[in-house]
């Protein structure tokens, strides 16, 4: 503030202030972090504390592919949202069709991972210990997956009809911000559960 | 700003049929109304946690005593810590917040009003969940009615074995949902402190009310967050057979307790910062005198804000947690209160020299700051491990804690209700009212909670639904029981009068007490849309700027 000027002052020439969208979705987002790592500090807590089996490293295969699909799919929401910014409707379309391909990919990975630990290993969530924290843990990030998808399809709904353009793009950024959360918290996750639980 | 003349269609809105009326406030947006909402429903939930601690108290008013028996009184102290934290004091501090701080930074709305209308109905739901145990958790015959494992639920109680039926569950279930409403307000408030202040407004000028509230909404989305994953863990447990806090397969009943407390201490801090806010508002207008140490309030909150993080074991000192723990937690406990202590003599030196007038809020303000310290000094006390270990337990920590909520932060609380009150119905409440609810609450309160520490010193443990008779408690037991009726006469004046002034009052104007912050600077009530020209500041206090152009603060500043 200028204090020499006379009575008034100068009224402000710039006034700019963060985008409520992205911060309230930061603040959303660092709420799922405190949940996730309470789900993460109980999953590491209880390794190995298991009174019986199965236990991790007999029943436990590394999924690598499905986990190459998700992280990937952070580089193809950055690309549609990229070029959404860009005005190129069409681009931005197909990079989010396979986000969502890719992040149903993971899906149906952990779909099988559990039918197989279910049917073939007999191992339910309250069989042990690891079985109640493993499918806590990694069920509470499928299905922030789930619900990611369900935002993705909504917006993909939208794109087919025509609806999304340009001026969308800030919108679709917030909702991707979600998205790269969930990835990142499989990074979390996945070395939690497969590297150091194994 | 010139809000007054412009004619609002509300105005009229006293013609339409009631159903119109109740379906606006229904399905209102309007940051205004929903804190209305929030308020009055916390109203209520008082006065239902009220008269279980009336029902708490008079069961212990002498030895064997049967007007309970011992299933009743468990349920009743489950219900009223559960009630008074989560179904009156959060939702009427969210209420505040949600009507004072768009006000306050020159804003028209919060930043998501439909996120704000649903935080509302899922915390209001959220309590109608809580209490409608008393009718639909009977599942097994004997198996209580309604929640009955205390407020902090520890593990094995809430287990499947010894919680039958599905009281726990509707425990559970109602704090999980109050939760995402609470979790939803938070990200609201964080959001419209950040994005939609008015210009000019930089953090360094904003009321300490919005920062002190800042800073509680950045401790709910740290906080509450444990608890939302900690009560689907107990789901887990309970409806699906998972073993986290099953001791029989394993699991561990101490990580219930750190998950409860990760949230359970900063939810004190939840709870008290908003009363801080109150009172750095309210303290510097009645003693005419700019905040002292505005710099120094903010560090402080936000100190206040880092450390709360870290020492929520000082709660489970009798666990066993061993040397290197309990002396951390101790360390971080007792470095906690030089930040609350900056507070106190930041408001301290505020009032020194100041013109104080003794109105209702002022009055209230001031037991605040004597009685905050109090509790924070048997906090300091308590904060010693083995202190702890000889009085955790014990009604020393109840009074201890009831010192913090009740002499800290209802005090404020209702300096606040007194303050905003012209602001937020357009008439002044009858101060001969508000002058005797404080003295009636003031004398109750310390009936009750200053007695209530001697029988704790004297060995009496929390929770017991009676005692032996000779054992040094019978009188003191007495005295804090006849507190008890000062206070609820203390809070039917205060109900009284709310209503009485409500219609009868008479017209507040814009400005009663010739404040300084922008909330007085539009109508009482507010139109909806706030301030027809949204206001430009240059200081901290831009009413004192537009009321002494001669001598502005910004000069200063």
Redesign the interface.
Known sequence: ?N?TST???R??LE?E????GR??MC??I???A??????VV?YL??VG???RGPVPKDVLRVPIFYTICLLSSSLTIHAAAKALRRASVRSFGIMWSATIALGATFLYGTATEWHRLIYHDGLT??T??FG??YY?LVG?HGFHVVVGLMCLCAVMAFTLVGAVKQEHAERIDVLSLYWHFVDAVWIVVFTVVYVIGR | MSTDSIAWPSTTAESRPLVDRLHEWITTVDHKRLGILYIVYALLFLVIGGIEATVIRIQLIRPHNDFVSPQVFNRMFTMHGTTMIFFVVMPVLFGFANYLIPLMIGARDMSFPRLNAFSFWMTAFGGLLLYFSLVGANGLYGAGNAPDVGWFAYAPLTSRTFSLGHSTDFWTLALLVSGFGSIGTAINIVATVLCMRCPGMTLAKMPLFAWLNFVMAGLVILAVSPLTAAQIMLLVDRYLGGHFFDTQAGGSAVIWMHFFWIFGHPEVYVLVLPAFAFASEIIPVFSRKPIFGYSVMVGATVAIGFISMSVWAHHMFTVGMGPNANTFFVLSTMAIAVPTGIKIFNWLATIWGGKIEFKTPMLFCIAFLFQFLVAGLTGVMLSAAPFDWQLGNSYFVVAHFHYVIVGGILFTLFGAFYYWFPKMSGRMYSETLGILHFWLFFIGFHLTFDFMHIPGLLGMPRRIYTYEPGRGWDTWNLIVTIGVFFQAAGILVFLGNLLWSYFRGKAAGTDPWDAWTLEWSTSSPPPAYNFSVIPTVHSRRPLWDVKHPDDPDWKYE
Do not use: D, H, Q
């Open positions: 503030m204090t009575t008034l002052p009224p402000e006034w202030l963060p985008a409520r911060v309230g603040a959303l660092t709420a799922e405190a949940i996730f790592t309470i789900f109980a807590f209880y504390k298991s009174l969530i309250s042990n210990l109640t924290t806590s509470l």
